[in-house]
């Protein structure tokens, strides 16, 4: 059978948009997927398990990742420093296994410069009210972190502009579906005449 190589799949968007569970939901109906696991200097939170949701390192060991050229992107986040690691995600992707990137708008961006080939989705809230009404619903935001989070979401949603498509994610369902559409599409569109032909004619 043919076997081309697997596509990188960025997602990000404001924090409150539902990004974590479209991902898994996307995870969990997916064949040949897998997600990235971040490198990141925060704390594990809740039952946040090490090398299954972060590999949590410590300033020093991420500061050697950045010297030895170790990650494909990172950036800091909330005041704490996030990185994909090169290495896994270069292997999966050679396996053939398209490669989910859970990370913020500017690991994106980082991405898409290194890898234009990569696909970036930026997913939307249906409105502004709906974001704020969702952050105040978080029973762990204070009215005051809300606001602050809400001025972080608009510069983060005009850098989403400079991702490959937009998703609003108003119902979760159609959202979910549209997602999956969106990268059904990018795996025919990777079949290009060069990477498919040569395939071919190589086995
Ligand atoms: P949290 O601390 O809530 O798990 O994540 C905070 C933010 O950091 C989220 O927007 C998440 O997508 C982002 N993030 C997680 N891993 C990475 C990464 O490897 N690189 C970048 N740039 N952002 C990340």
Redesign the pocket.
Known sequence: MYQTKGIPIVV??A?GTG?TSLCLRLLETLSHAAR?I???T?QP?GDEVNGRD?HFVDDARFDRMIEDNEFL???S??D?R???GFLAVDQQLAGGVDVL????V???I?IKERWPHALTIFLLPPSMDELRRRLLNRATEAEEAVEQRLAEARKEIDQGQQYDVLIVNDDFEQAAADLRAIIRAERIHNCRPNSLVQVLLNT
């Open positions: 990000s968007a924090s990004k990235s971040s490198y990141t925060r939170r972060y992107e990172w950036a986040v909330f704490r996030y990185g994909t990137l859970d990370i913020d500017q690991g994106g980082q």
